[in-house]
């Protein structure tokens, strides 16, 4: 089975930071990625799918991109309402595999 | 509007069984995959399966297989996730998804405790 291994799995940032989150497939998935944003005792939510599309509603300053095994998840300036945990996942065939997930707080 | 109303918390007992429940609504039940993810507490999200209540298909995470059983009953357009001997180790929250590829619609959650 494909593992999702998500680097890193903390950081902290300023407000206002550029903050990149990486996620690798261990084998080739194409364009089958998602990411998801979960606020600390709340249900996960879909940022992205298709590796780079934006879901409807969420903010211009996420980003995603990458294809094959390699993928990016960018806040391009960090504020403070995106205190959460983020997770990838792949989903071109079962078993739709999430990363580890990346911690992400405001110092 | 798309919703997926998930039951309440339950409490049980070590080797009692259990069966939590996800109720679509607001879309064609049938023509669309449900997931179940765990989430146990502090932890990160782990995929279990999926059914298509359509046909029933259903796939299991390795992980899962044989510990879960998931099954749907598309005439009340609700999905389910149960368990024959509850263990310790599965207290944590379940979430149900509606998979549009991705998990675009979430259930509220199930909240499991399981302790003697």
């Known amino acids: 089975d494909i593992q999702m291994t998500q680097s890193p799995s903390s950081l902290s940032a300023s407000v206002g930071d550029r903050v990149t989150i990486t996620c690798r497939a261990s084998?080739?998935?194409?364009?089958?990625l998602a990411w998801y944003q979960q606020k600390p005792g709340k249900v996960p939510k879909l940022l992205i799918y298709?590796?780079?599309t934006l879901q409807s509603g969420v903010p211009s300053r996420f980003s995603g991109s990458g294809s094959g095994t390699d993928f990016t998840l960018t806040i391009s300036s960090l504020q403070p309402e995106d205190v959460a945990t983020y997770y990838c996942?792949?989903?071109?065939?079962?078993?739709?595999?999430f990363g580890g997930g990346t911690k992400v707080e405001i110092k | 509007e798309v919703q997926l109303v998930q039951s309440g918390a339950e409490v049980k007992k070590p080797g009692e069984s259990l069966k939590i429940s996800c109720k679509g609504s607001?879309?064609?039940?049938?023509?669309?995959?449900i997931g179940w993810v765990r989430q146990m507490p502090g932890k990160g999200l782990e995929w279990m399966g999926i059914?298509?209540?359509?046909?029933?298909?259903?796939r299991y995470s390795p992980s899962f297989q044989g510990q879960v059983t998931i099954s749907a009953d598309k005439s009340i357009s609700t999905a389910y996730l149960q368990w024959s001997s509850l263990k310790a180790s599965d207290t944590a929250m379940y979430y149900c998804?509606?998979?549009?590829?991705?998990?675009?619609?979430w259930g509220q959650g199930t909240l499991v405790t399981v302790s003697s």
């Open positions: 996942q792949k989903y071109n065939s079962a078993p739709l595999t």
């Open positions: 059914i298509y209540p359509g046909d029933s298909d259903t």
């Open positions: 998804a509606r998979r549009f590829g991705e998990f675009d619609y």
């Open positions: 084998q080739g998935i194409g364009n089958y």
């Open positions: 298709a590796a780079s």
């Open positions: 607001g879309y064609s039940f049938t023509s669309y995959w």
